[in-house]
């Protein structure tokens, strides 16, 4: 039960009187009704006569100082000396209930230990609060009506006691705002699960500013991870994991956010108006209520959504990728130990082989499960940019933001679960202007600097490609447009040859499920045709057909069969042999001839 005392005035004299069972509106409406509030503290005509040294002693009494009433106690202070209820319950926990009757109750115990004056002419509640504190109404801009400071005795008393054993929040945990300079560290150097510490004092032997910060950080508090300027972005979570020790706090980063959020979002946001650091940017740890904790979460999460790590995928094995892809298993066993061994691999080979089909499936084979949300994909072309594919500046609205890109986000995202593998797949490779794209990540890509940290061009953060990620290019050998991949690149890949896969075992299960005479005549044609390729000086094996474009129908229909080699086949051999007119006609015969 919450009590609001209003004051009214009449000739010399003050009436308190105590309103219970109200609701925070009709508080409200009581409170504008009674047009003489003053904003004196009060009473002035009542003292309970308890000295410093008194409340020092009762202080340590726990008949009459509770835990609870400790805690109340503490959190005034660390208001600095006065505060609503509401203001208490928002910013350390529990309901203004707590604080009211807890107060009261405390009063209470002091009257009944030392027989001090009580207030008359009151009720029991209003006649108990004064021992304790001076009173007044909030203004219109303080949360809460009612505002109680402390009594200079009392407050005097607590400035000379020991409370660093009393929690501060009622909340399970404490919740932190740990501020890197990027001049000296960030939380880009750390690797997520990592013990760090951070010491209590500067390099000349002081305290660090808002010193009481560091002494109630307990284990087990979260704590959200910011780089102040010039970046100025809340970048990573961290945890507690070991209170002080007399010289260090201890805390582990836990996640690396895809998506930072910047100073301005948070600046705007109006209920982290009152935030600590907002106030004093003085300092490296700052409290934060659970109130703007969960606020922060929210904005972290809208651009950082959880991965559910425990959702059952569908299996995915060696026998399902060769089932599906069609290669041999010692094709597979020797992609599989490249991608391992070298981080990086390009899948390069003529149109239809199925390079971006495997890719995907290599990664399921690798993980074995289909988890899609451990895969990238994008597709590089002329005007694919570093800005793209890291970071850059990019106009939002009336202004230019820096936007962070798909490599970058992806990478955070790894970096957070480095026991499980990640797979960033490039379809069309060598179609980008790969120096252009890869920036300085063309060293860190490379096998031997995964882990090693370098500064990013665009926000002077350091940056690394995480040991747990693997890139799957993907090439068509057959595009004559495209120059040759650049050769900084290439040494940092391996290169894997696909070829038509008409022999292998997956698609002659596949060939034969049709039991169809024409569907096997064209292929047998499509095998003739692939050896005339390869053999054609002009040409070679890369320009071979690939088995996928017979591939994905359920039912071998002999219109389907004609669209493939009128549609998809003979158009490609145009260009293949557009000088030589009677080589093009000569397939173009046989092939049609079998599909008629």
């Not at 039960?1 to 010399?12: A, I, K, P, Q, R």
């Not at 054993?165 to 750390?190: C, D, Q, R, T, V």
């Not at 090439?475 to 290169?495: G, H």
């Not at 129908?553 to 158009?571: A, N």
Request: charged share 25%.
């Amino acid at each position: 039960m919450l009590t609001v005392f209003l004051v009214e005035e009449s000739g010399e004299q003050n009436h308190y009187r105590s309103i219970q069972n109200m609701t925070e509106d009709k508080w409200e409406q009581v409170a504008m009704l009674n047009n003489k509030k003053t904003s004196e503290w009060f009473p002035k005509d009542y003292n309970p006569n308890i000295s410093t040294e008194q409340w020092l002693t009762l202080l340590k009494n726990q008949k009459v100082f509770t835990p609870d009433s400790l805690a109340i106690m503490k959190r005034i202070k660390d208001c600095g000396g006065e505060a609503t209820c509401k203001q208490l319950s928002i910013k350390y926990g529990g309901t203004p209930n707590f604080y009211n009757s807890g107060s009261s109750s405390l009063a209470r115990r002091v009257a009944d230990e030392t027989g001090c004056p009580e207030m008359t002419k009151d009720t029991n509640n209003s006649r108990l609060w004064p021992i304790l504190y001076l009173g007044k109404y909030a203004d219109k801009g303080t949360e809460g009506i009612y505002i109680w400071k402390l009594r200079d005795e009392l407050s005097k008393a607590l400035d000379q006691c020991d409370l660093s054993n009393i929690p501060l929040y009622m909340n399970e945990h404490g919740y932190w705002w740990l501020n890197a300079n990027p001049k000296i560290w960030s939380f880009s150097n750390i690797e997520i699960g990592k013990g760090q510490s951070y010491t209590l004092y500067n390099g000349n032997g002081n305290k660090r500013h808002i010193f009481q910060n560091f002494l109630d950080a307990r284990a087990g508090d979260p704590v959200i991870g910011y780089v102040s300027n010039p970046v100025k972005q809340i970048v990573a979570l961290a945890q507690i994991t070991r209170e002080n020790d007399g010289k260090k706090l201890y805390f582990k980063k836990v996640e690396s956010l895809n998506t930072p959020v910047d100073y301005a979002t948070l600046k705007n946001c109006f209920e982290l108006r009152g935030m600590e650091y907002f106030k004093s940017k003085q300092g490296s740890l700052f409290k934060l209520t659970k109130s703007e904790y969960d606020v922060i979460m929210d904005l972290i999460r809208e651009r950082n959504p959880v991965v559910n790590s425990d959702e059952n995928f569908e299996s995915y094995t060696k026998k399902d990728f060769l089932k599906e892809v069609y290669m041999s298993g010692q094709q597979f066993d020797s992609l599989v130990s490249l991608l391992k061994h070298k981080k990086n691999i390009i899948l390069q080979g003529a149109p239809g082989v199925g390079k971006t089909y495997a890719a995907r499936r290599l990664a399921y084979a690798m993980m074995g499960k289909k988890d899609d949300s451990h895969i990238e994909f994008v597709q590089f072309h002329q005007n694919y940019s570093y800005e793209d594919f890291i970071m850059g500046y990019k106009p939002q609205g009336a202004e230019f933001k820096l936007q962070y890109g798909i490599f970058y986000r992806f990478c955070q995202k790894a970096a957070n679960m480095p026991e499980k593998p990640f797979f960033f797949i490039i379809d069309e490779i060598n179609r980008g202007n790969l120096s252009k794209i890869f920036g300085e990540l063309l060293l860190l890509i490379e096998k031997d600097y995964r882990g090693m940290e370098a500064t990013l061009a665009y926000n002077g953060m350091s940056f690394a490609v995480p040991k747990n990620l693997y890139i799957v290019g993907m090439m068509n050998t057959a595009d004559r447009s495209l120059a040759m991949i650049d050769y900084a690149l290439r040494r940092r890949f391996s290169f894997f040859e696909m070829e038509p896969g008409f022999d292998s075992k997956g698609f002659k299960a596949y060939q034969a499920g049709f039991k169809n005479d024409k569907f096997d005549a064209l292929i047998e044609q499509i095998k003739r045709l692939n050896q005339k390729i390869a053999a054609d000086s002009s040409l070679g094996k890369g320009f071979c057909i690939g088995h996928s474009y017979f591939c994905g129908e359920q039912d071998c229909t002999d219109e389907w069969m004609k669209e493939v080699v009128d549609y998809d086949i003979i158009p490609m051999l145009s260009e293949y042999w557009f000088d030589e007119p009677a080589k093009l006609e000569q397939w173009k015969s046989i092939l049609q001839g079998v599909v008629q």
